[in-house]
């Protein structure tokens, strides 16, 4: 038995008895070279987060009364990340960019400025997937893991107000009625819905809100600087871990223009998933929407954009005046919708409300349209 082993455990035991947990500690990374306000921004973060519940490793710039590993570029000091991942010798690392592979994309944690509420912004780095559909489904089911890894045993999810958002709560519908363990969140308008909008962005309504990356990046840089003129995040936990399948480096992004506080929230995010182990938590989800048809609903987006022989010239039937409105159509199949109506001598036009698109038709066909949209599965 080597006297480093030794040591090592005496020093595990002598920082259990000083804290209380006689569990192995955690230990998390942070990258030190990168950021627009120099390394000693991100030590800081280290050493606000550095309370004693986990350990803090540095990699790239050290400093004193941490463990660390000094390299002199970027790009060594991300081989060294990898090499302590990979061999366990740290349990996640927090950093400022790394290249995730398609089908991994990161989970974000802000909190709301309208009630000082912690949301999960799914995602907010990576690509899902590369269908706009798919990636934010498989976004909901990584929102979902990575908020129970971090304790809240069933998370509500809504869905952001965006384009795609009907046909993904279609989806999601589908796997909660065929088993799929989860709650929707309401709206806090009052026509409510698990599509949300913008007020409860600000409020936090949902535990987790799902979203495509690109917004959910902007979003992040909003709620994380928008007291700050935007150079310097100052609040939140960071863009979060990289979240897939099977996907099993616990690598959490931050912004180069992220500052000390959300560095030191990162770390503690950082901790939260290792202890929760949000990979094996990914898996089981993932395991579990499969087992409620998920592969089947990705299959049949693929056959909704496949191109098709020949395109079926639909007439309109005689124009009439259309004051009614019927929404819950997604707005990337809003056109075809329209269609299937006049296929079936409704006339109707397309139009845009308040919350989302509309297809107009006359108060007197209503029923009839209803009936039409849901029998050719535009609406539920």
């Given at each position: 038995?080597?006297?480093?082993?030794?040591?090592?455990?005496l020093l595990e035991v002598a920082d259990a008895i000083e804290s209380g947990n006689f569990g192995k500690k955690i230990k998390v990374g942070l990258t030190t070279l990168g950021s627009e306000h120099g390394s000693e921004n991100l030590i800081n973060g280290a050493?606000?987060?550095?309370?004693?519940?986990?350990?803090?490793?540095?990699?790239?710039?050290?400093?004193?009364?941490?463990?660390?590993?000094?390299?002199?570029?970027?790009?060594?000091?991300?081989?060294?990340?990898?090499?302590?991942?990979?061999?366990?010798?740290?349990?996640?690392?927090?950093?400022?960019?790394?290249?995730?592979?398609?089908?991994?994309?990161?989970?974000?944690?802000?909190?709301?400025?309208?009630?000082?509420?912690?949301?999960?912004?799914?995602?907010?780095?990576?690509?899902?997937?590369?269908?706009?559909?798919?990636?934010?489904?498989?976004?909901?089911?990584?929102?979902?893991?990575?908020?129970?890894?971090?304790?809240?045993?069933?998370?509500?999810?809504?869905?952001?107000?965006?384009?795609?958002?009907?046909?993904?709560?279609?989806?999601?519908?589908?796997?909660?009625?065929?088993?799929?363990?989860?709650?929707?969140?309401?709206?806090?308008?009052?026509?409510?819905?698990?599509?949300?909008?913008?007020?409860?962005?600000?409020?936090?309504?949902?535990?987790?809100?799902?979203?495509?990356?690109?917004?959910?990046?902007?979003?992040?840089?909003?709620?994380?600087?928008?007291?700050?003129?935007?150079?310097?995040?100052?609040?939140?936990?960071?863009?979060?871990?990289?979240?897939?399948?099977?996907?099993?480096?616990?690598?959490?992004?931050?912004?180069?223009?992220?500052?000390?506080?959300?560095?030191?929230n990162a770390l503690k995010y950082a901790f939260e998933i290792a202890k929760g182990e949000v990979n094996v938590v990914a898996r089981e989800e993932y395991k579990k929407a499969v087992s409620c048809g998920l592969d089947k609903e990705f299959a049949e987006l693929?056959?909704?954009?496949?191109?098709?022989?020949?395109?079926?010239?639909?007439?309109?039937?005689?124009?009439?005046?259309?004051?009614?409105?019927?929404?819950?159509?997604?707005?990337?199949?809003?056109?075809?919708?329209?269609?299937?109506?006049?296929?079936?001598?409704?006339?109707?036009?397309?139009?845009?409300?308040?919350?989302?698109?509309?297809?107009?038709?006359?108060?007197?066909?209503?029923?009839?349209?209803?009936?039409?949209?849901?029998?050719?599965?535009?609406?539920?």
């Open positions: 038995m080597s006297n480093k082993f030794i040591s090592d455990v050493i606000l987060a550095n309370k004693g519940d986990f350990e803090i490793v540095l990699i790239g710039k050290g400093a004193e009364g941490f463990t660390s590993y000094e390299t002199e570029t970027e790009d060594e000091m991300y081989k060294v990340m990898e090499q302590l991942l990979d061999s366990k010798e740290i349990d996640a690392c927090v950093t400022m960019h790394y290249n995730f592979p398609i089908g991994v994309s990161t989970v974000g944690r802000v909190v709301t400025p309208g009630r000082g509420r912690e949301m999960y912004l799914a995602t907010t780095t990576g690509t899902s997937a590369t269908d706009r559909v798919e990636a934010m489904v498989r976004n909901a089911i990584y929102g979902i893991a990575t908020a129970k890894s971090c304790g809240i045993a069933k998370p509500t999810v809504g869905i952001l107000n965006l384009d795609g958002a009907r046909q993904v709560e279609k989806v999601l519908l589908s796997l909660k009625e065929n088993g799929y363990d989860f709650d929707f969140a309401e709206s806090m308008r009052a026509d409510g819905g698990s599509v949300m909008r913008g007020n409860d962005l600000l409020i936090g309504v949902p535990d987790v809100m799902v979203t495509d990356t690109l917004t959910g990046n902007l979003l992040m840089k909003v709620f994380s600087s928008f007291n700050t003129g935007g150079d310097f995040e100052a609040q939140g936990f960071g863009y979060g871990p990289g979240i897939g399948e099977n996907y099993d480096r616990r690598v959490l992004i931050l912004s180069r223009a992220s500052g000390t506080p959300v560095v030191a693929k056959s909704k954009k496949a191109p098709k022989e020949a395109v079926e010239e639909v007439v309109a039937p005689p124009k009439e005046v259309v004051t009614e409105g019927i929404a819950g159509v997604d707005i990337l199949d809003l056109e075809d919708a329209v269609k299937a109506l006049w296929k079936d001598g409704i006339y109707a036009e397309s139009g845009m409300g308040c919350t989302g698109p509309i297809v107009m038709i006359a108060p007197d066909k209503l029923d009839a349209a209803m009936e039409c949209l849901k029998k050719n599965d535009f609406i539920k």
